[in-house]
């Protein structure tokens, strides 16, 4: 499977994005899918968890503003995301847990203050 990013893009403090991971093919086998991010100079690290039982988990960061789904049907993972920061100003990518899959180019999200 091949999952591209997209959906990102310049958002004032306080906007609102959705993110999409589409794969190649079918995603429903994938016990778990999550939504990472990296910003400049820092490590890549986890943001949020899908698992194909419908199970989720957050980073600290970000609980109650992000909220992680999945559509099998259509071999997509989602990550809306609410109330954002200037500190959510990263590279978010999408891949299994633990990640096993090609990271791909991402999609860029800047928040601006």
């Known amino acids: 499977v091949q999952l591209q990013a997209s959906g990102g893009g310049l958002v004032q403090a306080g906007g609102s994005l959705r993110l999409s991971c589409a794969g190649s093919?079918?995603?429903?086998?994938?016990?778990?899918m999550a939504w990472y991010r990296q910003a400049p100079g820092k490590q890549r690290e986890f943001v949020a968890l899908?698992?194909?039982?419908?199970?989720?988990n957050y980073a600290e960061s970000v609980k109650g503003r992000f909220t992680v789904s999945r559509d099998n049907a259509k071999n997509t993972l989602y990550l809306q995301m609410n109330s954002l920061k200037p500190d959510d100003t990263a590279v978010y990518y999408c891949?299994?847990?633990?990640?096993?899959?090609?990271w791909g180019q991402g999609t860029q999200v800047t928040v601006s203050s």
């Open positions: 891949n299994t847990v633990p990640a096993s899959l090609s």
């Open positions: 899908s698992t194909n039982g419908g199970g989720t």
């Open positions: 093919r079918s995603i429903a086998s994938i016990a778990f």
